[in-house]
């Protein structure tokens, strides 16, 4: 069963903020909230990861509600190529324990 | 991050040939190995974990004897589709785990499969 829900897509205008929403209601203490995204015939991409705190790095940032029982993925300033399936997964920080995918929301940025 | 790479990157076979994918972490060990498949409009999904030197562990509903997986070294697995079917066409992602040292999970380019 999926630990999250995403919507099933979203539109985007390029050069505007893209929040793409997740609802992980069910996390545990000791698991991350993981953000991949999949371009079209492309393996998955990491973009970011966080346990509680906001996480910030060149590609996105991530927003944890203090609750940890959601959060938003924040791409500031979209681009086309930014057009893919993102995936919002809750995972232990384990080299050893597979992610495991849901449906994802698919982002398309428009020009 | 690491860098997986895939071999080959698309083929089309006929039914009831075997094909073998390869995957290799170019940078790290990977003591662990992933396989992912992805039909069209859906969602990647795990077919099985192989250890280094052991015998891999399969998904429910996964095929044990069709799909072989052979993890030989740390930076190389293979998976083989035996007798592969068009039902057996997919896009397969390899994705090797780190033990543990590596906080993120890194995947191939991955292979589409195509058996006519």
């Known amino acids: 069963d999926a630990k999250t829900t995403q919507p099933p897509s979203m539109d985007c205008a390029e050069g505007r903020a893209a929040n793409l929403p997740c609802n992980h209601s069910?996390?545990?203490?000791?698991?991350?909230v993981y953000w991949y995204r999949q371009i079209h015939s492309q393996g998955p991409q990491y973009i970011i990861h966080?346990?509680?705190n906001n996480e910030t790095n060149e590609m996105a940032s991530l927003i944890i509600t203090e609750d940890r029982k959601s959060s938003t993925l924040i791409l500031p300033h979209a681009t086309l190529r930014d057009t893919a399936v993102y995936y919002c997964?809750?995972?232990?920080?384990?080299?050893?324990?597979?992610?495991?995918f849901g449906k994802g929301t698919r982002l398309s940025v428009i020009a | 991050g690491a860098v997986v790479s895939q071999h080959p990157s698309w083929v089309i076979c006929k039914s009831g040939t075997s094909v073998k994918i390869e995957c290799r972490s170019l940078?790290?060990?990977?003591?662990?190995m992933f396989w992912y498949r992805q039909f069209p409009k859906q969602s990647l999904m795990l077919m099985a974990t192989?250890?280094?030197?052991?015998?891999?562990?399969?998904e429910q509903g996964v095929e044990k004897d069709k799909f072989l997986i052979n993890h030989a070294s740390l930076t190389l697995s293979t998976l083989t589709v035996t007798s592969a079917h068009p039902e057996d066409s997919s896009f397969y992602i390899c994705?090797?785990?780190?033990?543990?040292?590596?906080?993120?999970?890194?995947f191939g380019p991955g292979t589409r499969l195509l058996v006519l």
């Open positions: 997964i809750v995972r232990v920080e384990s080299g050893n324990t597979p992610l495991v």
């Open positions: 069910t996390i545990s203490g000791n698991e991350y």
């Open positions: 966080g346990l509680k």
């Open positions: 940078d790290f060990q990977a003591t662990t």
């Open positions: 192989s250890n280094e030197g052991s015998k891999a562990t399969y």
């Open positions: 994705s090797p785990g780190t033990g543990g040292t590596q906080e993120t999970q890194y």
